[in-house]
């Protein structure tokens, strides 16, 4: 997708380097760092420089890649896996990616494995944003249903980012939606900015402006009144995990969006590439949900008058607080997953009819 009319990918090799957009400094800043080891790569992750599942797993990948170029030794490997691994656990992106890394590398010799790391990882990075294509297509089915009947803009919510940034291209909530405008249909997406991180504001507007897609940002609370109003005719999200038996760990408030979207009969589809299913937890109880760092709930970041990104706190200072990244919405709340391979009912016989 594009920035300033110029087309990017979220990530890339060159030089021995990885090259990110640093997703911190934006919307204000756009920034490209490198990272130059393993280190960088953990950090990048952990900071949220690169946030979205499918971004973490390729950002995972590429770390592994820089672990050989460091240091070719396979316990080095396996400690730089383990971890990125441990950077942050609710993704599940993540461990699969690192796992087909390390399956691919395991007793591979000191003078090959550096191809056959960057290959794969490369292969990994490819294959998402084939991925991510797909679901577009597949989802902009579903847009140009309610277009046809509608015979008017098409409202869509989405919560969070899971957009091109928060993949390799494309993304997978937005992937329908950049088809459908690239189709012709109109579209005006309705973009929860997704406390306390604000990536909906800071991100999922960003993007869309940057490709000319119609938006309004609203706070997480607003999406229901609108619902009641009658002013969304479907809600698309992305996920972190998705169970096997279609319950879907996603950033928190997608569950309260659910409900709304339940209580008032508009569709609530999950969008997804097979990487983010998670075949073997079938107890969501399971899920290890990320607990954050609470100042990222006392402070929030924005640009002064000087142009220059500050941090200021916006609550008492003895005030406690507890900051959850992520909630699971239940498969009964969700109409369908959009995923790579076609549209399923959100159940284990939905997935399996699709990923046998």
């Given at each position: 997708?594009?920035?300033?009319?110029?087309?990017?990918?979220?990530?890339?090799?060159?030089?021995?380097?990885?090259?990110?957009?640093?997703?911190?400094?934006?919307?204000?800043k756009?920034?490209?760092?490198d990272?130059?080891n393993?280190?960088?790569?953990?950090?990048?992750?952990k900071?949220?420089?690169?946030?979205?599942?499918?971004l973490?797993?390729?950002?995972?990948?590429?770390?592994?890649?820089?672990?050989?170029?460091?240091?070719?030794?396979?316990?080095?490997?396996?400690?730089?896996?383990?971890?990125l691994?441990?950077?942050?656990?609710t993704?599940?992106?993540?461990?699969?990616?690192?796992?087909r890394?390390?399956?691919?590398?395991?007793?591979?010799?000191?003078?090959?494995?550096?191809?056959?790391?960057?290959?794969?990882?490369k292969?990994?990075?490819?294959?998402?944003?084939?991925?991510?294509?797909?679901?577009?297509?597949?989802?902009?089915k579903?847009?140009?249903?309610?277009s046809?009947?509608?015979?008017?803009t098409?409202?869509?919510?989405?919560?969070?980012?899971?957009?091109?940034?928060?993949?390799?291209d494309?993304?997978?909530?937005?992937?329908?939606?950049?088809?459908?405008h690239?189709?012709?249909?109109?579209?005006?997406?309705?973009?929860?900015?997704?406390?306390?991180?604000?990536?909906?504001?800071?991100?999922?507007?960003?993007?869309?402006?940057?490709?000319?897609?119609?938006?309004?940002?609203?706070?997480?609370?607003?999406?229901?009144?609108?619902?009641?109003?009658?002013?969304?005719?479907?809600?698309i999200?992305?996920?972190?995990?998705?169970?096997?038996?279609?319950?879907?760990c996603?950033?928190?408030?997608?569950?309260?969006?659910?409900?709304?979207?339940?209580?008032?009969?508009?569709?609530?589809?999950?969008?997804?590439?097979?990487?983010?299913?998670?075949?073997?937890?079938?107890?969501?109880?399971?899920?290890?949900?990320?607990?954050?760092?609470?100042?990222?709930l006392?402070?929030?970041?924005?640009?002064?008058?000087?142009?220059?990104?500050?941090?200021?706190?916006?609550?008492?200072?003895?005030?406690?607080?507890?900051?959850?990244?992520?909630?699971?919405?239940?498969a009964?709340?969700?109409?369908?997953l959009?995923?790579?391979?076609?549209v399923?009912?959100?159940?284990e016989?939905?997935?399996?009819?699709?990923?046998?």
């Amino acid at each position: 997708m594009k920035i300033e009319g110029k087309s990017y990918k979220t990530i890339w090799f060159e030089d021995n380097l990885v090259k990110i957009i640093d997703q911190t400094k934006l919307p204000h800043k756009f920034v490209i760092k490198d990272l130059k080891n393993v280190k960088d790569a953990i950090n990048a992750i952990k900071t949220m420089e690169v946030r979205g599942a499918p971004l973490i797993g390729a950002t995972a990948a590429y770390g592994l890649v820089l672990s050989v170029i460091e240091k070719n030794d396979l316990s080095f490997l396996k400690k730089s896996s383990e971890e990125l691994i441990a950077s942050r656990p609710t993704a599940i992106n993540l461990k699969w990616a690192v796992d087909r890394m390390m399956k691919k590398l395991n007793g591979i010799n000191e003078k090959d494995i550096f191809k056959i790391a960057l290959d794969e990882a490369k292969a990994i990075k490819e294959e998402d944003e084939g991925f991510c294509k797909n679901i577009g297509l597949n989802g902009l089915k579903i847009i140009e249903e309610i277009s046809n009947k509608k015979k008017d803009t098409v409202n869509i919510l989405t919560h969070c980012n899971a957009g091109w940034l928060a993949t390799i291209d494309w993304g997978t909530a937005t992937s329908p939606i950049y088809h459908a405008h690239q189709k012709g249909i109109k579209v005006h997406v309705w973009v929860d900015e997704t406390r306390p991180r604000n990536q909906g504001a800071n991100l999922t507007s960003y993007e869309l402006n940057e490709e000319g897609i119609s938006n309004t940002v609203i706070t997480d609370n607003a999406g229901g009144i609108l619902m009641q109003r009658g002013q969304v005719d479907m809600c698309i999200v992305g996920t972190d995990r998705t169970l096997s038996n279609g319950d879907v760990c996603n950033k928190i408030g997608t569950y309260l969006k659910a409900l709304s979207a339940k209580d008032n009969n508009v569709p609530f589809y999950v969008a997804l590439p097979s990487s983010t299913i998670d075949w073997s937890i079938k107890d969501h109880k399971h899920i290890p949900i990320e607990e954050r760092n609470s100042e990222e709930l006392s402070h929030i970041e924005g640009i002064d008058e000087n142009n220059e990104i500050k941090k200021v706190r916006i609550y008492p200072q003895e005030s406690k607080s507890l900051n959850l990244a992520f909630d699971v919405t239940p498969a009964k709340l969700v109409t369908g997953l959009i995923t790579e391979k076609g549209v399923c009912e959100a159940s284990e016989k939905g997935l399996k009819g699709l990923f046998k």
